[in-house]
């Protein structure tokens, strides 16, 4: 009897066993097809991603540059393209996409902190149509924020699409945006430091797993495309001596990308008490067309105007040079800001790359001239530029690899790293939001 009750024992610990096996069994297979699924959802995410990036890219540089000549050659073009471009993104927002509106990339941070709230697939052609609108009719500002919203809205889609994907909404929504960014900027390592700066701010295995798979894929796609860096420069070496001149950039990067957010809040919300849209068009188009016949560097992305200096960086300092370059400085912010309070479609991205190289050049050409120190005008440029950004939206790693990328030259990679750090930090001591992160109840 004591024998069959052990023999009973026996089979039952054995049954449990099994049991216990097959369980383990059935969830490690669940988890292998899970991570299959993920990588299979991160493979098309980052081709959908990257070819629409690089198609706004590749669409808007062609227009940009056939409309910006026609401007040149006819300058009553100034003011026929600005209030073109706005009535054409204002009708196509009222009947195409039926009077639904864009925030920019508050709507991705909204998604990725809400289970509820998901990004509609129609922001996927809003973004790109509008984008592309805004910029090649001399809308000041850049394709970058509709890029991300754009291929955020793809990660968000896909992520609706399998219910094993739903816990890992955040993740897909942050492969899609790194995919944009690398097929924008040439550099994996900024598309992924972005989306976890700015959108993530959390690692998951998830989130290295599906970025570091989108980002491939879209570097994959710009190497088999031959895609050259956008600024082609030649960048030598950098002195020592040159250390406390660096420093002092990154403290007026820091203060000029305070001044660009205040001016886009600042005219937002001025631009938001008018009721009628079309007058909101036509002071926009007004004040874009008048800066514009002015300073033609300010019209669209203003890539071209960066390739310019880049091109006459040793050109002696006069009166007239600092003039434009400190009007230039002035207005770039003030123009941005009317271009997206008047219905344009952008960000802060592009502005703050021509921000940054403008003064980096006005600041090495007052040194040289006045103070015969001879720094070199395109170190600074390229580090204003990163430095701006870094400050802009308080993601200095991200627009080291960006402004490296933008470049293809790693030699400023240590002054870039500390002037950076020194920009966003003297932002945040300034004014602690950029235009991401900025709510109104905050400052209540």
Known sequence: MILNFVIRIKKNANSNLLLMNKTAQIKKNHQFI???????VSILIGFLSAFLGISLKKITEYYEEIFFHEVSVHPLFYIIFPVFGLSVIYFLRQYLFKKKENKGIKEVFESTSSRSKNLP?????????????????????????????ATATIGSVAHEKENVFRQYKTELICAGVAAGVTALFSSPIAGILFAFEVISRKVTRAFIISNVIAVSIAFGLLTILKEEPLFAVSITTWHLKAIPYFILLGILAGMNSVYLTKCVLFFKSQFGKINTHYYKIIIGSAVLSISLFIFPQLYGEGYHAIKGIFGSNQLPLTITLAMTFI??????PIVTSITLASGGDGGVFAPS????????????SILNSFFHVNVIPVNFMIIGMAAVLSASIHAPFTAIFLVCGLTNDYTLFLP???????????????YPYTVYSYAPSLTK
């Not at 899970?34 to 299979?40: D, P, T, Y």
């Not at 009007?327 to 770039?332: M, P, S, V």
């Open 34 to 40: 899970k991570f299959r699924k993920l990588v299979i």
């Open 121 to 149: 697939s129609y922001k996927i052609p809003s973004h790109f149509i509008n984008g592309l609108l805004t910029v090649i009719f001399g809308g000041s500002t850049g394709i970058e924020v509709s890029t991300v919203v």
């Open 327 to 332: 009007g230039i400085l002035i207005l770039k």
């Open 416 to 430: 870039i790293l500390v002037v950076c750090l020194i920009s966003k930090y003297t932002a945040k001591t300034i």
């Open 353 to 364: 790359l021509f921000i940054g190289a403008f003064l980096g050049l006005l600041l090495a």
